[in-house]
């Protein structure tokens, strides 16, 4: 008999003026605590960027929660779960519910044109546009959409040097840009429209939901899609993929990677061996052995 799924992975952001953000905070700590809600949730004067999972009888009800304390209605996109796909519940107050780093972008004043997936399949094939992975190098090389030009940036923050540095490529053409849930293309497509550009667009609610909406039928999208909790990776089913993950440098990692003589669980892998230090392979080292006499114990350690 197959296990039931029980649960719901739900995220969901909104840019809108929060004047109390710590009155927010202290709001949601206390009211999501009771349902045993867990997830990141970062809250800033500019809105909210929310991710967590929770049985699915209580979703309904911690959806209505989260807009009735802000007073403001949301989009939840969700897919059902085995588990919770989080430790435990971090509530972040921040700046920027999503790290540009840069001044003067406001996607409540204007972004690139919503696709829905027949219209973003559209322009991927069109001629006369270049499709923009916006996400780091370690999600996009888990997968990414047909013919898209990878940023590879380590964080945000790097994309507006990559756009300068492309200027050539974008020139005269039509610009389609994707993310996981659609955030980053909130503040990139604004970005972009800043800069002048006009023919600017982005896949609306991210490639989580175009998987959901299309379960890929056509293949445009290739290999798996990197999430931001326990699962590491998800297929096109939207179910948990085959990715598994080094906690020293976070990037997903395959079995045979695991293989590696560079590999060593919770220490380093073939991707970040090199890069780390001797003193940071030490520290890992030495949180690698607490959870394992925390496991030992019968102790979730919540880096484990």
């Given at each position: 008999?197959?296990?039931?799924?029980?649960?719901?992975?739900?995220?969901?952001?909104?840019?809108v003026?929060?004047?109390e953000?710590?009155?927010?905070k202290?709001?949601?700590?206390?009211?999501?605590?009771?349902?045993?809600?867990?997830?990141?949730?970062?809250?800033?004067?500019?809105?909210?960027?929310?991710?967590?999972?929770?049985?699915?009888?209580?979703?309904?009800?911690?959806?209505?929660?989260?807009?009735?304390?802000?007073?403001i209605?949301?989009?939840?996109?969700?897919?059902?779960?085995?588990?919770?796909?989080?430790l435990?519940?971090?509530?972040?107050?921040?700046?920027?519910?999503?790290?540009?780093?840069?001044?003067?972008?406001?996607?409540?004043?204007?972004?690139?044109?919503?696709?829905?997936?027949?219209?973003?399949?559209?322009?991927?094939?069109?001629?006369?546009?270049?499709?923009?992975?916006?996400?780091?190098?370690y999600?996009?090389?888990?997968?990414?959409?047909?013919?898209?030009?990878?940023?590879?940036?380590?964080?945000?923050?790097?994309?507006?040097?990559?756009?300068?540095?492309?200027?050539?490529?974008?020139?005269?053409?039509?610009?389609?840009?994707?993310?996981?849930?659609?955030?980053?293309?909130?503040?990139?497509?604004?970005?972009?429209?800043?800069?002048?550009?006009?023919?600017?667009?982005?896949?609306e609610?991210?490639?989580?939901?175009?998987?959901?909406?299309?379960?890929?039928?056509?293949?445009?999208?290739?290999?798996?899609?990197?999430?931001?909790?326990?699962?590491?990776?998800?297929?096109?089913?939207?179910?948990?993929?085959?990715?598994?993950?080094?906690?020293?440098?976070?990037?997903?990692?395959?079995?045979?990677?695991?293989?590696?003589?560079?590999?060593?669980?919770?220490?380093?892998?073939?991707?970040?061996?090199?890069?780390?230090?001797?003193?940071?392979?030490?520290?890992?080292?030495?949180?690698?052995?607490?959870?394992?006499?925390?496991?030992?114990?019968?102790?979730?350690?919540?880096?484990?």
């Open positions: 008999m197959h296990n039931k799924k029980k649960f719901i992975v739900s995220s969901f952001y909104k840019f003026y929060l004047p953000p710590k009155i927010i202290n709001l949601f700590t206390k009211e999501l605590s009771k349902l045993n809600v867990k997830g990141t949730f970062i809250i800033g004067n500019e809105g909210i960027n929310g991710s967590f999972s929770v049985k699915e009888h209580n979703f309904k009800k911690i959806c209505k929660i989260i807009e009735d304390l802000l007073s209605k949301l989009k939840f996109k969700f897919q059902k779960s085995f588990n919770h796909s989080f435990r519940l971090k509530i972040k107050l921040k700046n920027e519910i999503v790290t540009i780093g840069l001044k003067n972008i406001n996607p409540q004043k204007n972004t690139g044109k919503y696709l829905d997936p027949e219209s973003w399949e559209e322009l991927i094939k069109s001629k006369d546009s270049i499709i923009i992975d916006t996400r780091n190098d999600e996009s090389d888990v997968g990414s959409f047909k013919s898209s030009v990878e940023s590879k940036t380590k964080n945000f923050r790097g994309f507006p040097a990559w756009i300068k540095k492309n200027e050539k490529k974008l020139k005269n053409r039509r610009i389609g840009m994707f993310c996981t849930g659609g955030i980053r293309c909130e503040k990139a497509s604004n970005y972009l429209m800043t800069l002048g550009y006009k023919n600017v667009y982005q896949l609610g991210g490639i989580i939901e175009y998987l959901r909406k299309t379960k890929n039928k056509n293949q445009m999208w290739k290999g798996e899609c990197f999430v931001f909790d326990e699962r590491i990776t998800i297929n096109e089913k939207l179910e948990k993929g085959t990715y598994s993950q080094c906690f020293a440098c976070r990037a997903a990692l395959t079995q045979k990677e695991k293989k590696s003589k560079f590999f060593k669980q919770g220490i380093s892998c073939p991707k970040c061996f090199k890069e780390k230090s001797s003193k940071q392979k030490e520290r890992y080292q030495e949180r690698q052995k607490q959870i394992l006499i925390a496991k030992q114990k019968g102790i979730k350690h919540l880096g484990g």
